[in-house]
């Protein structure tokens, strides 16, 4: 069965740090650009970031730039996370997209179910 399955979720206070992790099951990620997106109850799902598929460009939501970082490694892809604010509350999920450089919400091939992260004091 193809499935990407996101770990690495939690409550953490701001200024806290977390790492996401995305593994693929079924598949390898080895040709696909991956994008980690977050979801708050009301609001539409939105692109956080994404690395394309030969690693070679990254991009950020304005928001989180110089905060996080999406890499590769060992067949699965990361987001790690500095300086949360409680802004970046949400549900997290991983998503996939063959043969592409870029991401895009309605552009992805496979979605994980998600992880969410809570950060309050």
């Known amino acids: 069965q193809v499935q990407l399955v996101e770990s690495g979720g939690g409550s953490v206070e701001p200024g806290g740090s977390l790492t996401l992790s995305c593994a693929p099951s079924g598949f390898t990620l080895d040709t696909y650009a991956v994008g980690w997106f977050r979801q708050v109850p009301g609001k539409e799902r939105e692109e956080v970031s994404c690395?394309?598929?030969?690693?070679?460009t990254t991009d950020y939501l304005d928001s989180v730039k110089g905060r996080f970082t999406i890499f590769r490694e060992n067949g699965k892809a990361y987001l790690l996370m500095n300086s949360l604010k409680p802004d970046d509350t949400g549900v997290y999920y991983c998503?996939?997209?063959?043969?592409?450089?870029?991401?895009?919400?309605?552009?992805?091939?496979?979605w994980g179910k998600g992880t969410l992260v809570t950060v309050s004091s």
């Open positions: 690395i394309s598929r030969y690693s070679e």
């Open positions: 998503a996939a997209r063959e043969y592409s450089s870029f991401c895009g919400l309605s552009a992805m091939d496979y």
